[in-house]
């Protein structure tokens, strides 16, 4: 019995990860995103990684305490030199990985060097970058970026925005103190989170700081103007021998679409209603940018038309009410291309 209740449990926490995960991916295509395929190469992604010379060893500090040196003066205090290395140091690049069958990326720590009889070493933190193909934001006024990661403790995660691949604007860390209304973060329960962020809004957010700031030239517009999405690790250069390696994860990343990608597999598109039960809400589905008709009918037999949008995401949601007739009559509704 006891058996049954622990694997029941497990199950349930299974279902729910998997439900919570599909959820986002869900969220993602309905805001008309792209999810990156890392399946057989990088996708158009490029690594970028850091160099930086390490210098290590050992020192002795040979002050004695109220010593007077040779000739009345205070002698030498400073460090002694028992010995010392120096070590060029370049941080890993990210990688694909597969996650259960799903494709992402993972980036390792540094390789550790630095010997334990080593008293003294040059602190210094190297990036690992990977960088997006272009994207588009003048498809959608709704654009987001998902993903999922987890870490482990001593190695860090950041995004960045770029608008001409040359200079960068950091817009999500992990516990950030910026753009905090424009972020959503949620734990999956299988030690990866999720996080949401809403380009749109927070784009406007840092066009008027940089404006503020007389930075106008470095502003992204999230109506007309394409940007670079940068994924960042930073790890400790001087890894001590004997350390633990630290990994990042990342995967399930959905962004808006690539700049000067074909859409023609959206052409096929099919325009499709959904009506949810117990909301009181109606939820329409198509290409964007597509004009539709959505039309009523009592019979099925006669139609008219009862309002006329074009799409500005993959799917929008509207009140019941906004199309339903005020007598509450049984009524069938179905969407069209517009002619």
Request: charge should be negative.
């Amino acid at each position: 019995m006891h058996t049954n209740y622990w694997a029941n449990i497990i199950l349930f926490i299974i279902l729910l990860t998997y439900s919570s995960s599909l959820r986002g991916n869900d969220q993602a295509i309905e805001l008309g995103l792209t999810k990156v395929n890392f399946s057989s190469n990088l996708d158009g992604w490029t690594t970028v990684t850091e160099s930086e010379q390490i210098r290590y060893g050992e020192w002795r500090n040979n002050n004695p305490i109220n010593q007077v040196g040779w000739g009345g003066g205070w002698g030498n205090w400073g460090p002694t030199v028992v010995w010392e290395n120096y070590k060029t140091v370049t941080s890993n690049e990210f990688k694909r990985n597969s996650f259960n069958g799903e494709y992402g990326l993972v980036i390792q720590s540094i390789d550790p060097f630095v010997p334990s009889n080593a008293t003294q070493y040059t602190p210094k933190q190297l990036g690992s970058y990977i960088v997006s193909p272009r994207i588009d934001l003048s498809r959608s006024d709704n654009d987001h970026l998902f993903f999922q990661y987890k870490r482990d403790q001593e190695i860090k995660l950041e995004v960045w925005l770029s608008k001409d691949n040359e200079s960068y604007l950091g817009i999500w860390e992990e516990n950030p103190s910026r753009y905090i209304n424009h972020i959503n973060v949620s734990s999956l329960g299988n030690g990866f989170s999720q996080v949401r962020i809403n380009l749109q809004n927070l784009l406007i957010e840092m066009g008027q700081i940089l404006i503020n700031n007389d930075l106008e030239d470095s502003v992204i517009s999230p109506e007309n103007d394409e940007l670079y999405i940068v994924f960042v690790a930073y790890d400790n250069a001087n890894r001590r021998i004997g350390s633990v390696p630290n990994t990042i994860d990342i995967k399930s990343i959905w962004t808006p679409s690539y700049y000067g990608v074909d859409q023609n597999n959206e052409a096929n598109i099919e325009p499709e209603i959904r009506l949810e039960p117990g909301t009181e809400r109606v939820t329409v589905l198509g290409k964007i940018g597509e004009t539709y008709e959505l039309q009523k009918s009592l019979d099925l037999d006669r139609w008219e038309v009862s309002h006329s949008f074009t799409l500005k995401t993959r799917s929008e949601t509207y009140p019941l009410s906004y199309f339903q007739e005020a007598s509450k009559r049984t009524q069938f509704f179905r969407l069209k291309h517009k002619p």
